[in-house]
């Protein structure tokens, strides 16, 4: 017995009217119809139809009534979800979005360009001696400053200079012989040819006690220039053949540096202008130069220019062979709008930057909302972690240093300054 059997059941039991009973009843058997669709399906028309119809025909009907109606539920789900997601979205307003900020202004600038470069000797040479020998004497020492003219090493000559002294003997009696027949051709005592002979005779002599002089003097390394002597291994009684590389001599004050420059800056570079170098040596000390000659040619497998820049070195810190970190100044300082590079978006079609813009809207406790507004500026020079702004914004703007991907126009902000993105001139390397 189903539940509105039990109910009438009691109903009539309870001495109720039929008209009382039929409005009480009515409400259970509406939901007694809906809970029963496929017997109230079984006594229609559609269903007497249906069933008329050969079964292969019904099973066809039956699929695709199914499939549209599968297809009804899906669409209208995905069109229910994107309504309420659309709805939820709508309801709940734009994120605000955390960035850092800077507020902008005029900083002192050089302008200037860098470039790297490599330091040589104002005069450099690798010494080697003419001839061969066995070192006699070596009156100098590793690190050494010396002068032009200073004896470097001495070679053993002493059969030279014994061959030396043998022709200057020869010498001085082709003079004598020579003088005696001057005075004999004066009176006819002797014919011209025979003076001839004599003369010609005393100048070879001479000639080879130049040559014997020459080869005592190859016996004898001296300094060419003044400057600082490298490592001496030579040692006395070593022999050395001609060629061989026995010390390096080096001028190093002055000293000069060598760099290049792209071809671009042909028309801003030239002879006179004032440099300055920094090494890895000696990070804190900055040496100033100028420039000393530009080349005359761009070279075509770079498309740079080579420049040549001395640089005054009294305490000879700078050696040659160091690289070194060369600035180029351009002329005077100026004052420019600079910004950290972080805050710069570049794009093709033009770099930006987000200004943080006040709102009339007020947030929980009273303080105007801050909103993104994107804004076209054009940077130009760059120094270290900076760049500078040559148009597009005015000094007093906030504008957005990091962040800026999550933003466009309209966007409410949160400022957290409490880690700032880098914003140095001349950025060093932190020590570990």
Not at 10 to 16: A, D, E, H, M, T
Not at 63 to 71: D, E, N, P, R, T
Not at 382 to 410: C, F, H, Y
Request: net charge positive; hydrophobic share 40%.
């Amino acid at each position: 017995m189903n539940l509105i059997q039990k109910i009438r059941n009691w109903i009539q039991n309870s001495l109720l009217s039929v008209k009382t009973l039929n409005l009480i009843l009515s409400p259970f058997r509406w939901i007694g119809n809906l809970v029963r669709p496929r017997e109230r399906f079984r006594r229609t028309k559609t269903y007497a139809a249906l069933m008329q119809m050969p079964p292969l025909k019904r099973r066809m009907i039956v699929m695709l009534f199914s499939v549209f109606v599968l297809l009804g539920l899906i669409v209208g789900f995905n069109q229910l979800k994107t309504f309420m997601f659309n709805r939820f979205m709508a309801g709940m307003g734009v994120q605000p979005a955390t960035v850092t900020t800077i507020v902008v202004e005029k900083q002192e600038w050089q302008p200037k360009m860098t470039s790297v470069g490599n330091v040589r000797a104002f005069r450099g040479v690798d010494l080697s001696t003419e001839v061969g020998g066995l070192v006699a004497r070596v009156p100098i020492k590793s690190g050494m400053d010396v002068n032009e003219g200073d004896l470097l090493i001495k070679l053993n000559d002493s059969a030279d200079v014994a061959q030396l002294n043998s022709l200057k003997a020869m010498a001085d009696l082709a003079k004598v012989i020579n003088e005696r027949d001057k005075a004999q051709l004066a009176i006819q005592a002797i014919s011209k040819n025979v003076y001839d002979t004599s003369t010609a005779d005393m100048k070879a002599k001479r000639a080879q006690v130049d040559q014997q002089t020459a080869l005592v003097a190859k016996k004898n390394l001296k300094a060419p220039f003044s400057g600082r002597v490298g490592i001496v291994t030579i040692n006395p009684g070593q022999y050395v053949n001609p060629g061989d590389k026995l010390l390096t001599l080096q001028t190093i004050d002055p000293i000069y540096v060598d760099f290049t420059l792209p071809q671009s800056s042909a028309g801003i570079i030239q002879a006179g202008q004032t440099i300055e170098l920094q090494t890895d040596a000696f990070k804190d000390l900055v040496f100033l130069g100028k420039i000393t000659a530009v080349s005359p040619k761009v070279e075509l497998n770079t498309r740079n220019i080579q420049i040549e820049a001395q640089i005054s070195n009294p305490e000879k810190k700078l050696l040659p062979g160091m690289f070194a970190n060369v600035n180029i100044n351009l002329g005077d300082r100026v004052e420019l709008l600079t910004l950290p590079q972080t805050a710069v978006t570049y794009n093709p079609y033009g770099s930006t930057v987000f200004i943080a813009k006040k709102t009339d809207r007020l947030d929980k406790k009273g303080i105007p909302v801050m909103e993104a507004q994107q804004v076209f500026v054009t940077p130009g020079l760059t120094r270290g972690d900076q760049v500078a702004i040559v148009k597009g914004l005015e000094p007093g703007m906030t504008v957005i240093t990091s962040g800026q991907l999550k933003l466009k126009n309209g966007t409410p902000l949160i400022i957290n300054n409490s880690v700032l993105p880098a914003n140095l001139p001349n950025p060093k390397p932190q020590e570990q």
